[in-house]
Every structure is written in C-alpha cells, then in structure tokens.
C-alpha cells in the first residue's frame, strides 16, 4: 500500500448504528487530519493529531470520536449519526516540523450515508 | 482567521486551450501557504502545486502555474493544454505558518473540459 488509505470507502447506517472510519498512511508522517466534505460546502476541519495528540477538534459533536494510536492510524468512530451527518470523510496526513510542514495528502474518501 | 474565495461555480473550457481558475483570500498573517488541490470524481483530492507566501517566483508544475499576486492577495491557478483529464473540482487552500496547521479551503470550481 503506499500513500493514504481508507476504509471502508462506503457506508451506510442507521441513526442507532456505531461504526468506525479507519485510515492509513504510508508516508511516514507525523501528523494526520480528519476533514468534512458536505454537498456544496467547503472542507471543513474536524481534527488535527501531531504525533499522536489531538492538537485541533474544530467544535465537532461528540457523537465523532477520533483514535490516534499510532502516527500512521488513525480511526473516526460514529454513534448517534444525524442525517445531515451524511457527507464524504477525507483523511490528510503531512509531515510537520519547526522549519514548517508540507502539503497534505488526503485518502480517496469515505462516503457515508445515514439513514 | 483565514478565508478562501473561489468565485466561479464552474467553468468550461476546450480542450487544449488554457484556463484561469480565481481564488483570492485574506489572512493577517505575514507567513503562509496556498495549495490547489483537484478532485475527481472519485473523490481524492489530489495535490496540485503549492506557493508559499515569500516565494519570489510563481510556481510552477508541469501544466500548472500558480499566478501569484502578494498585494491583491490572489493566487489564480493556470491549467495550460487542457485535457479531458483535467475535468474535475479545484479547490484553492491556505494555511498559515503560525498557531493553526490545518488547511482552509475554499468552496470549489468544478471545471468541465470540452472536446
């Protein structure tokens, strides 16, 4: 595998249902992103993780609970999902260090539906 | 707090022709970075160039040239040659180099190339 991976790239589930996002990188990054695509909004943010620690979490419900294990994982896990929660779920991940960081590259997605 | 406008919905063009795709933005910050970034239809979101905010030149990869103008704060990205390839969303995004890492993104052009 190389680059950024994500599983599953689709998912449907009911509003009772708990699932989970799971994503990969293969770069050898220190740091990993979890952003919102909705119909006709912008990327939004929801968490930033640097070397393993939450360093963002742009005011996302709870209901969103991101995993940081290691550098290369990392896990979105879902329960009590909204309709309007539906939307594609992009992982990022770039190297960061002091003399500044780099481009992000982001998984093929994961298109979640809920019902 | 940064902002990426992306005034055209969408865009046609010909094939083999050039296009110009309009992104400007606003930020406080001395120090920072745009990125375009293309998604297709499957949605990865795939990188494209990048232009940091002190670079003397206009970046350029490939077909892509990034037309940097610092005091109008716009950072236009140039497809040269198009191709039926090249159809897809374009999404301009900034981050700046101090406090938040994350990227800001703009809302989209979705470009459609013509044979």
């Known amino acids: 595998e190389t680059g950024v991976t994500q599983t599953p790239r689709h998912l449907v589930m009911g509003m009772t249902n708990k699932k989970s996002l799971k994503c990969e990188q293969h770069?050898?990054?220190?740091?990993m992103y979890w952003y919102k695509q909705s119909a006709k909004k912008p990327l939004e943010l929801m968490f930033v993780y640097n070397f393993k620690e939450q360093t963002e979490n742009n005011s996302v419900p709870s209901r969103f609970s991101p995993e940081c294990p290691n550098s290369s994982h990392l896990f979105l896990h879902l329960h009590t999902l909204q309709p309007e929660d539906s939307a594609l779920y992009l992982c990022a991940s770039s190297q960061v260090s002091l003399a500044g960081d780099n481009e992000q590259f982001f998984g093929p997605g994961t298109r979640l539906t809920v019902l | 707090a940064q902002k990426i406008t992306q005034t055209q919905p969408g865009m046609f063009v010909q094939e083999k022709e050039a296009v110009t795709l309009d992104c400007t933005y606003d930020t406080s910050d001395p120090s920072y970075g745009l990125f375009w970034y293309k998604q297709p239809s499957s949605g990865e979101m795939i990188f494209l160039i990048y232009q940091g905010s002190y670079d003397q030149q206009n970046a350029t990869e490939g077909r892509y040239s990034l037309n940097f103008q610092k005091a109008r704060k716009s950072a236009n990205l140039v497809i040269s040659a198009s191709q039926l390839g090249d159809s897809a969303m374009y999404f301009c995004a900034m981050r700046v180099d101090t406090g938040r890492r994350a990227l800001t993104f703009g809302s989209g052009t979705r470009l459609q190339v013509q044979p």
């Open positions: 770069l050898g990054h220190n740091a």
